[in-house]
């Protein structure tokens, strides 16, 4: 792969290559060697370094950006963040099936169209940049790359209680729970509601929330968490 494409590739990253082969090795695919019977090596060890980092990344930029949310919420935020959709669409933004190194037995249509292959070469390349510049440089093109989806991820999505749970029972009934409003109070600017969810008779959980949809999502996280005790 000529240098001045490598080059064109951190440019976008603001990046500049102190060691081209490791940039070069991130972007081979096992195919190009295999044929050859060649042990120079692939994007996998990397790409083995690249998940480490932007999970850490990643996982401290949720810390800062969302203070409100708890050990398991930050843990979906991360996972949705750093699942192959994400770095698939990560690694298209910056067109990384252009420059790879492929061996005849694939196509760089297939490099493109493939998920997995695509999301370990963006892993490959954070890796490299890592070994090559260290984490500062590193955490900065992370940042970069994820600042958008930090800002936006749709947390509401993730703390669907009352789709979980429901999902939970119908995985070992046809049923479907029931939510009753306990109690509720306050003025009608700051009303205060308490339910509780219920399957067969039997309490599974109770929530309060300053509404009636709010207190159900407490009251379905608070069955969940009893179920799973």
């Known amino acids: 792969m000529p240098m001045s494409r490598i080059a064109d590739l951190l440019a ?6 102190l060691s081209l082969p490791l940039y070069e090795l991130a972007l081979t695919h096992p195919s190009y060697h295999a044929e050859e019977h ?6 996998e060890r990397l790409e083995f370094m690249g998940d480490a980092i932007i999970s850490l990344v990643v996982a401290t930029l949720i810390f800062k950006h969302h203070p409100q949310a708890d050990q398991g919420l930050m843990s979906k935020m991360r996972a949705k963040l750093v699942q192959t959709d994400n770095l698939f669409r990560l690694a298209q933004q910056l067109e990384l099936a252009k420059y790879v190194k492929i061996g005849p037995s694939i196509t760089k249509d297939i490099v493109a169209s493939s998920k997995k292959i695509m999301e370990d070469m ?3 390349l954070i890796g490299a940049i890592y070994i090559d510049h260290g984490f500062a440089i590193a955490e900065e093109v992370i940042t970069s790359l994820f600042a958008s989806s930090i800002e936006s991820i749709d947390i509401a999505s993730l703390t669907d209680y ?12 046809r049923e479907s729970v029931t939510y009753f409003v306990d109690s509720e109070s306050g003025p009608a600017h700051d009303r205060h509601f308490t339910v ?3 399957f067969g008779g039997t309490v599974l959980g109770r929530g309060s929330g300053s509404s009636k949809k709010l207190a159900e999502q407490k009251a379905a996280e608070d069955a969940l968490k009893k179920k799973a005790g």
Not at 38 to 43: E, L, M, N, V
Not at 162 to 173: D, N, P, V
């Open 12 to 17: 976008k990253l603001n990046v500049e290559a």
């Open 38 to 43: 060649d042990c120079q090596g692939d994007y």
């Open 122 to 124: 963006f892993e490959a």
């Open 162 to 173: 009352k789709t979980q749970l429901q999902e939970a029972i119908q995985a070992e009934h």
């Open 196 to 198: 509780s969810v219920s």
